[in-house]
Protein backbone atom coordinates (compact mmCIF):
# COMPACT_ATOMS: atom_id res chain seq x y z
CA UNK A 1 0.00 0.00 0.00
CA UNK A 2 1.89 3.30 -1.04
CA UNK A 3 -0.97 5.76 -2.10
CA UNK A 4 -1.62 7.97 0.75
CA UNK A 5 -5.52 8.11 -0.07
CA UNK A 6 -7.41 6.19 -2.84
CA UNK A 7 -10.87 5.88 -3.85
CA UNK A 8 -11.79 2.62 -5.59
CA UNK A 9 -15.14 3.01 -7.56
CA UNK A 10 -16.32 -0.43 -8.29
CA UNK A 11 -18.25 0.11 -11.96
CA UNK A 12 -19.80 -2.72 -11.41
CA UNK A 13 -21.45 -1.74 -8.77
CA UNK A 14 -22.85 1.20 -10.49
CA UNK A 15 -23.95 -0.92 -13.31
CA UNK A 16 -25.90 -3.29 -11.09
CA UNK A 17 -27.79 -0.43 -9.41
CA UNK A 18 -28.68 1.09 -12.43
CA UNK A 19 -29.83 -2.14 -13.03
CA UNK A 20 -31.79 -2.78 -9.63
CA UNK A 21 -33.52 1.30 -10.18
CA UNK A 22 -34.43 0.34 -13.98
CA UNK A 23 -36.24 -2.68 -12.23
CA UNK A 24 -38.85 -0.96 -10.19
CA UNK A 25 -39.73 1.62 -13.21
CA UNK A 26 -42.59 0.12 -15.13
CA UNK A 27 -41.06 -0.50 -19.25
CA UNK A 28 -42.19 2.58 -20.82
CA UNK A 29 -40.15 4.61 -17.82
CA UNK A 30 -36.58 5.58 -18.48
CA UNK A 31 -33.73 6.03 -15.98
CA UNK A 32 -31.60 9.09 -16.45
CA UNK A 33 -28.42 8.69 -14.75
CA UNK A 34 -27.40 12.35 -12.67
CA UNK A 35 -23.69 12.33 -12.99
CA UNK A 36 -23.15 16.09 -12.10
CA UNK A 37 -20.16 17.03 -9.62
CA UNK A 38 -18.02 14.81 -11.42
CA UNK A 39 -20.56 11.43 -10.59
CA UNK A 40 -20.97 12.78 -7.23
CA UNK A 41 -17.41 12.30 -6.71
CA UNK A 42 -16.88 9.26 -8.50
CA UNK A 43 -15.82 10.29 -12.34
CA UNK A 44 -18.13 11.65 -14.45
CA UNK A 45 -17.42 9.63 -17.81
CA UNK A 46 -16.88 6.11 -16.17
CA UNK A 47 -20.03 6.67 -13.84
CA UNK A 48 -21.97 7.73 -17.02
CA UNK A 49 -20.77 4.17 -18.71
CA UNK A 50 -21.40 2.42 -16.06
CA UNK A 51 -25.01 3.65 -15.55
CA UNK A 52 -25.73 3.03 -19.31
CA UNK A 53 -24.37 -0.54 -19.54
CA UNK A 54 -26.87 -0.93 -16.44
CA UNK A 55 -29.81 0.27 -18.21
CA UNK A 56 -29.87 4.22 -18.00
CA UNK A 57 -30.73 5.86 -21.71
CA UNK A 58 -29.74 9.04 -20.61
CA UNK A 59 -27.72 11.26 -18.46
CA UNK A 60 -27.71 14.35 -16.84
CA UNK A 61 -25.13 16.58 -15.77
CA UNK A 62 -25.61 20.65 -13.28
CA UNK A 63 -23.54 23.15 -15.86
CA UNK A 64 -22.97 23.20 -19.26
CA UNK A 65 -19.16 22.93 -18.77
CA UNK A 66 -20.17 19.00 -17.28
CA UNK A 67 -21.96 18.52 -20.20
CA UNK A 68 -18.89 19.45 -23.04
CA UNK A 69 -16.77 17.06 -20.32
CA UNK A 70 -18.58 14.42 -21.75
CA UNK A 71 -19.11 15.16 -24.56
CA UNK A 72 -14.84 15.23 -24.89
CA UNK A 73 -15.02 11.76 -22.96
CA UNK A 74 -16.94 10.32 -26.42
CA UNK A 75 -20.10 9.94 -24.45
CA UNK A 76 -22.88 10.43 -27.12
CA UNK A 77 -26.27 9.78 -25.03
CA UNK A 78 -28.69 12.47 -24.59
CA UNK A 79 -27.33 14.89 -22.32
CA UNK A 80 -29.77 17.26 -19.71
CA UNK A 81 -28.37 20.32 -18.34
CA UNK A 82 -30.10 20.54 -14.80
CA UNK A 83 -28.98 23.54 -13.63
CA UNK A 84 -29.71 27.80 -14.55
CA UNK A 85 -27.58 28.51 -17.89
CA UNK A 86 -26.26 32.07 -17.92
CA UNK A 87 -26.10 34.04 -20.84
CA UNK A 88 -22.16 32.30 -21.61
CA UNK A 89 -22.91 28.88 -20.75
CA UNK A 90 -26.51 28.82 -22.82
CA UNK A 91 -23.52 28.31 -26.45
CA UNK A 92 -21.71 26.04 -24.66
CA UNK A 93 -24.45 23.74 -23.60
CA UNK A 94 -25.96 24.12 -27.43
CA UNK A 95 -22.65 22.88 -28.56
CA UNK A 96 -22.55 20.40 -26.70
CA UNK A 97 -25.66 19.21 -28.13
CA UNK A 98 -27.13 19.11 -24.75
CA UNK A 99 -31.13 19.61 -23.73
CA UNK A 100 -31.58 22.48 -21.38
CA UNK A 101 -34.00 23.49 -19.11
CA UNK A 102 -36.14 26.75 -19.28
CA UNK A 103 -39.16 28.13 -17.44
CA UNK A 104 -39.55 31.54 -19.01
CA UNK A 105 -40.78 32.85 -22.57
CA UNK A 106 -37.79 35.00 -22.27
CA UNK A 107 -35.29 32.15 -22.06
CA UNK A 108 -36.63 30.82 -25.81
CA UNK A 109 -35.59 34.99 -27.20
CA UNK A 110 -32.37 34.31 -25.95
CA UNK A 111 -31.94 30.47 -27.01
CA UNK A 112 -33.56 31.43 -30.68
CA UNK A 113 -30.69 32.91 -32.34
CA UNK A 114 -28.35 30.30 -30.48
CA UNK A 115 -29.74 27.74 -32.61
CA UNK A 116 -30.99 28.69 -35.82
CA UNK A 117 -29.29 26.73 -38.63
CA UNK A 118 -28.38 23.90 -35.94
CA UNK A 119 -28.34 20.65 -37.91
CA UNK A 120 -30.28 19.06 -35.39
CA UNK A 121 -33.10 20.71 -33.28
CA UNK A 122 -32.47 21.13 -29.07
CA UNK A 123 -34.42 19.76 -26.66
CA UNK A 124 -36.14 21.75 -24.27
CA UNK A 125 -37.81 21.20 -21.15
CA UNK A 126 -39.86 22.95 -19.03
CA UNK A 127 -39.99 23.64 -15.62
CA UNK A 128 -42.54 23.99 -12.99
CA UNK A 129 -41.79 24.76 -9.69
CA UNK A 130 -44.04 23.09 -7.60
CA UNK A 131 -42.71 23.58 -4.21
CA UNK A 132 -38.78 23.51 -4.00
CA UNK A 133 -38.40 26.68 -4.78
CA UNK A 134 -35.43 27.01 -6.43
CA UNK A 135 -35.42 27.28 -10.51
CA UNK A 136 -38.70 27.07 -12.50
CA UNK A 137 -41.76 29.33 -12.09
CA UNK A 138 -44.52 28.68 -9.56
CA UNK A 139 -47.02 30.10 -11.89
CA UNK A 140 -48.49 27.01 -13.81
CA UNK A 141 -49.52 29.76 -16.52
CA UNK A 142 -45.89 30.97 -17.11
CA UNK A 143 -44.46 27.37 -17.55
CA UNK A 144 -47.54 27.26 -20.27
CA UNK A 145 -46.87 30.22 -22.11
CA UNK A 146 -43.14 29.17 -21.84
CA UNK A 147 -44.44 25.69 -23.21
CA UNK A 148 -45.84 27.36 -26.21
CA UNK A 149 -42.81 29.74 -27.23
CA UNK A 150 -40.76 26.73 -27.16
CA UNK A 151 -43.62 25.26 -29.69
CA UNK A 152 -43.15 28.33 -31.82
CA UNK A 153 -39.34 28.68 -31.54
CA UNK A 154 -39.19 27.51 -34.61
CA UNK A 155 -36.75 24.61 -36.52
CA UNK A 156 -33.46 24.94 -33.76
CA UNK A 157 -35.28 24.25 -31.08
CA UNK A 158 -38.19 20.99 -29.81
CA UNK A 159 -39.78 20.62 -26.66
CA UNK A 160 -38.82 17.91 -24.96
CA UNK A 161 -40.35 17.33 -22.03
CA UNK A 162 -41.64 18.84 -18.91
CA UNK A 163 -39.98 18.43 -15.27
CA UNK A 164 -40.55 19.56 -11.95
CA UNK A 165 -38.64 18.43 -8.80
CA UNK A 166 -39.37 17.59 -5.30
CA UNK A 167 -38.22 19.48 -1.88
CA UNK A 168 -38.96 16.61 0.78
CA UNK A 169 -39.11 12.74 -1.16
CA UNK A 170 -36.52 11.93 1.02
CA UNK A 171 -38.62 12.79 4.54
CA UNK A 172 -42.26 14.17 4.23
CA UNK A 173 -44.01 12.16 1.49
CA UNK A 174 -47.25 14.73 2.16
CA UNK A 175 -45.67 17.37 0.98
CA UNK A 176 -44.13 15.57 -2.24
CA UNK A 177 -48.08 14.38 -3.12
CA UNK A 178 -48.91 18.13 -2.78
CA UNK A 179 -46.14 18.63 -5.52
CA UNK A 180 -47.28 16.29 -7.48
CA UNK A 181 -50.93 17.40 -7.26
CA UNK A 182 -49.43 20.32 -8.41
CA UNK A 183 -47.18 19.46 -11.57
CA UNK A 184 -49.97 16.80 -13.14
CA UNK A 185 -52.53 19.50 -14.66
CA UNK A 186 -49.72 21.37 -16.53
CA UNK A 187 -48.40 17.94 -17.52
CA UNK A 188 -51.84 17.39 -18.71
CA UNK A 189 -52.00 20.83 -20.14
CA UNK A 190 -48.23 20.06 -22.05
CA UNK A 191 -49.31 16.67 -23.61
CA UNK A 192 -52.46 18.73 -24.81
CA UNK A 193 -50.42 21.07 -26.75
CA UNK A 194 -47.04 18.87 -27.28
CA UNK A 195 -46.85 17.88 -31.41
CA UNK A 196 -43.93 15.54 -30.69
CA UNK A 197 -43.02 13.03 -27.93
CA UNK A 198 -42.82 14.51 -24.56
CA UNK A 199 -41.09 13.16 -21.87
CA UNK A 200 -41.92 14.20 -18.45
CA UNK A 201 -40.43 13.75 -15.52
CA UNK A 202 -40.29 14.53 -11.56
CA UNK A 203 -38.53 11.96 -9.49
CA UNK A 204 -34.85 11.90 -7.83
CA UNK A 205 -33.49 9.00 -6.16
CA UNK A 206 -35.80 9.35 -2.96
CA UNK A 207 -38.76 9.63 -5.19
CA UNK A 208 -38.10 6.59 -7.40
CA UNK A 209 -37.60 4.75 -4.78
CA UNK A 210 -40.65 6.07 -2.42
CA UNK A 211 -42.96 7.48 -4.44
CA UNK A 212 -43.60 5.10 -7.95
CA UNK A 213 -46.64 7.80 -9.04
CA UNK A 214 -43.93 10.33 -9.16
CA UNK A 215 -41.93 8.04 -12.00
CA UNK A 216 -44.04 9.66 -15.45
CA UNK A 217 -41.77 9.16 -18.36
CA UNK A 218 -38.49 9.40 -16.55
CA UNK A 219 -36.59 9.55 -13.62
CA UNK A 220 -33.84 11.26 -12.49
CA UNK A 221 -31.11 9.31 -10.24
CA UNK A 222 -27.95 10.34 -8.37
CA UNK A 223 -27.04 9.05 -5.23
CA UNK A 224 -29.05 5.71 -5.80
CA UNK A 225 -26.87 5.01 -8.81
CA UNK A 226 -23.31 5.42 -6.39
CA UNK A 227 -25.15 3.15 -3.98
CA UNK A 228 -26.18 6.10 -1.95
CA UNK A 229 -28.93 6.24 0.63
CA UNK A 230 -31.16 9.60 -0.41
CA UNK A 231 -32.57 9.06 3.67
CA UNK A 232 -29.14 8.74 4.59
CA UNK A 233 -29.75 5.56 6.30
CA UNK A 234 -28.34 2.53 4.87
CA UNK A 235 -28.42 1.79 1.08
CA UNK A 236 -28.57 -1.69 1.87
CA UNK A 237 -32.18 -1.48 2.89
CA UNK A 238 -32.91 -0.15 -0.51
CA UNK A 239 -30.80 -3.23 -2.22
CA UNK A 240 -28.38 -1.01 -3.53
CA UNK A 241 -24.55 -1.56 -3.57
CA UNK A 242 -21.92 1.29 -2.14
CA UNK A 243 -20.21 1.67 -5.24
CA UNK A 244 -16.85 3.78 -3.73
CA UNK A 245 -14.34 2.79 -1.08
CA UNK A 246 -11.93 5.47 0.36
CA UNK A 247 -8.90 4.01 1.91
CA UNK A 248 -5.44 5.06 3.20
CA UNK A 249 -3.16 3.65 5.38
CA UNK A 250 -0.98 3.85 8.90
CA UNK A 251 1.95 6.54 8.09
CA UNK A 252 3.34 6.54 12.20
CA UNK A 253 2.45 4.51 15.11
CA UNK A 254 3.91 5.74 18.49
CA UNK A 255 3.21 6.03 22.03
CA UNK A 256 1.44 8.76 24.20
CA UNK A 257 1.12 8.95 27.42
CA UNK A 258 -1.64 9.86 29.60
CA UNK A 259 -1.28 13.79 29.90
CA UNK A 260 0.42 14.48 26.21
CA UNK A 261 -1.95 15.54 23.38
CA UNK A 262 -2.50 15.56 19.81
CA UNK A 263 -2.87 17.73 16.76
CA UNK A 264 -3.54 21.55 16.77
CA UNK A 265 -5.60 23.09 19.28
CA UNK A 266 -4.42 19.82 21.59
CA UNK A 267 -8.27 18.94 21.16
CA UNK A 268 -7.32 15.22 22.23
CA UNK A 269 -5.34 14.62 25.50
CA UNK A 270 -4.78 11.05 26.47
CA UNK A 271 -6.59 10.11 29.29
CA UNK A 272 -4.29 6.86 29.68
CA UNK A 273 -1.21 5.59 27.93
CA UNK A 274 -1.67 4.69 24.59
CA UNK A 275 -0.79 4.25 21.15
CA UNK A 276 -1.66 6.96 18.44
CA UNK A 277 -1.58 6.30 14.15
CA UNK A 278 -1.42 8.52 12.11
CA UNK A 279 -3.13 8.76 8.72
CA UNK A 280 -1.98 10.61 5.70
CA UNK A 281 -5.89 11.70 5.25
CA UNK A 282 -7.33 14.98 5.91
CA UNK A 283 -9.54 17.45 5.19
CA UNK A 284 -7.42 18.85 1.99
CA UNK A 285 -8.71 15.25 0.47
CA UNK A 286 -12.58 15.18 1.98
CA UNK A 287 -12.45 13.80 5.19
CA UNK A 288 -14.24 16.47 6.86
CA UNK A 289 -13.72 17.95 10.24
CA UNK A 290 -16.72 17.74 11.40
CA UNK A 291 -15.46 14.01 11.92
CA UNK A 292 -12.59 14.81 13.95
CA UNK A 293 -13.03 13.22 17.21
CA UNK A 294 -16.03 11.91 16.22
CA UNK A 295 -15.85 8.56 14.20
CA UNK A 296 -14.27 5.23 13.49
CA UNK A 297 -12.04 3.91 10.66
CA UNK A 298 -11.48 0.37 10.19
CA UNK A 299 -7.85 -1.22 10.22
CA UNK A 300 -7.22 -4.89 10.15
CA UNK A 301 -10.89 -6.02 10.36
CA UNK A 302 -11.26 -3.59 13.72
CA UNK A 303 -12.74 -0.35 14.45
CA UNK A 304 -10.11 2.59 15.63
CA UNK A 305 -11.73 6.23 16.95
CA UNK A 306 -11.02 9.23 15.65
CA UNK A 307 -8.68 11.30 18.23
CA UNK A 308 -8.46 15.00 18.13
CA UNK A 309 -8.68 17.76 15.34
CA UNK A 310 -9.31 16.80 11.57
CA UNK A 311 -5.89 18.73 10.00
CA UNK A 312 -5.70 19.66 6.14
CA UNK A 313 -3.39 16.74 5.25
CA UNK A 314 -3.33 13.93 8.36
CA UNK A 315 -5.69 12.17 10.89
CA UNK A 316 -5.23 10.70 14.52
CA UNK A 317 -6.41 7.09 15.33
CA UNK A 318 -6.25 5.80 19.12
CA UNK A 319 -4.62 2.15 18.30
CA UNK A 320 -3.75 1.53 21.84
CA UNK A 321 -7.76 0.51 22.62
CA UNK A 322 -7.98 -2.51 20.38
CA UNK A 323 -5.46 -4.71 18.28
CA UNK A 324 -1.95 -3.16 17.73
CA UNK A 325 -1.36 -1.79 14.34
CA UNK A 326 1.70 -1.33 12.13
CA UNK A 327 2.75 1.27 9.98
CA UNK A 328 2.11 0.23 6.15
CA UNK A 329 -1.60 -1.36 6.98
CA UNK A 330 -4.38 -0.90 4.76
CA UNK A 331 -7.27 1.54 6.79
CA UNK A 332 -10.65 1.87 5.61
CA UNK A 333 -12.83 5.09 5.95
CA UNK A 334 -15.87 4.26 3.56
CA UNK A 335 -16.32 0.62 2.60
CA UNK A 336 -16.01 -2.86 4.19
CA UNK A 337 -12.60 -4.87 6.13
CA UNK A 338 -13.99 -8.49 7.10
CA UNK A 339 -16.93 -8.13 8.88
CA UNK A 340 -16.94 -4.34 9.83
CA UNK A 341 -18.10 -1.87 7.19
CA UNK A 342 -18.57 2.23 7.25
CA UNK A 343 -21.17 3.87 4.87
CA UNK A 344 -20.73 7.57 3.93
CA UNK A 345 -23.96 7.92 5.40
CA UNK A 346 -22.97 6.70 8.90
CA UNK A 347 -20.14 8.81 8.55
CA UNK A 348 -22.16 12.05 7.10
CA UNK A 349 -24.73 11.63 10.24
CA UNK A 350 -21.96 11.83 12.49
CA UNK A 351 -20.90 14.70 10.66
CA UNK A 352 -23.97 16.48 10.21
CA UNK A 353 -24.29 16.24 6.68
CA UNK A 354 -25.75 14.25 4.08
CA UNK A 355 -23.40 11.04 1.69
CA UNK A 356 -24.10 13.21 -1.64
CA UNK A 357 -21.58 16.16 0.50
CA UNK A 358 -18.79 13.50 1.58
CA UNK A 359 -18.73 12.06 -1.70
CA UNK A 360 -18.18 15.69 -3.59
CA UNK A 361 -15.83 16.59 -1.10
CA UNK A 362 -13.45 14.15 -2.09
CA UNK A 363 -11.01 16.21 -3.68
CA UNK A 364 -9.02 15.84 -6.75
CA UNK A 365 -5.83 15.20 -4.84
CA UNK A 366 -7.39 11.61 -4.30
CA UNK A 367 -6.89 9.40 -7.00
CA UNK A 368 -10.07 7.31 -8.15
CA UNK A 369 -9.19 3.35 -9.38
CA UNK A 370 -11.32 1.78 -11.06
CA UNK A 371 -12.22 -1.41 -11.41
CA UNK A 372 -15.36 -4.02 -11.95
CA UNK A 373 -15.56 -6.51 -8.37
CA UNK A 374 -12.02 -6.36 -8.12
CA UNK A 375 -10.94 -7.08 -11.39
CA UNK A 376 -9.81 -4.44 -14.43
CA UNK A 377 -12.74 -3.46 -15.94
CA UNK A 378 -13.45 -4.93 -19.98
C1 LIG B 1 -29.24 16.43 -8.48
C2 LIG B 1 -30.60 16.34 -9.07
C3 LIG B 1 -31.26 15.10 -9.16
C4 LIG B 1 -30.70 13.83 -8.57
O1 LIG B 1 -30.95 13.78 -7.17
P1 LIG B 1 -30.62 12.49 -6.31
O2 LIG B 1 -31.23 12.77 -5.00
O3 LIG B 1 -29.12 12.39 -6.24
O4 LIG B 1 -31.20 11.33 -7.02
C5 LIG B 1 -32.47 15.07 -9.83
N1 LIG B 1 -33.01 16.19 -10.35
C6 LIG B 1 -32.42 17.41 -10.24
C7 LIG B 1 -33.07 18.60 -10.84
C8 LIG B 1 -31.20 17.52 -9.59
O5 LIG B 1 -30.63 18.71 -9.47
Same mark, same amino acid.
Given at each position: ? /????????????????????? $??????????????????????????? $????? +??????????? &??? =??????????????????? =? =????????????????????????? !??????????????????????????? %???????????????????? +????????????????????????????????????? !???????? $???????? /?????????????????????????????????? /????????????????? +?????????? *????????????? *???????? &????????????????????? #? &???????? %? #???????? +??????????? %????????? /????????????????????????
Amino acid at each position: M /SLRVIAEVNLAAIERNAARLR $ARLGSHTQLCAVVKADGYGHGAAPAAR $AALRG +GATTLAVATAA &EAA =ELRRAGLDATILVLGALSD =E =ELPLAVAAGAEIIVWEPGFIDALRP !LVAGADRPIGVHVKLDTGLGRLGTRDP %ERALATVRAVLAGGSGMKLA +GVMTHFATADDDLGFAADQLRRFKPFVAESRALATGE !LTVHAANS $AALLRLPD /SHFDMVRAGIALYGGDPMNHDPADHGLEPALELK /SYVAAVKPIAAGQSVGY +GRRFVAPRDS *VIATLPVGYGDGF *VRGLGDNC &EVLIGGRRYPVRGIVSMDNIT #V &EAGLAAPV %E #VGQQVTII +GSDGAQRQTAE %ELARRAGTI /SYELFCAISRRVPRAYHCDGRPCE
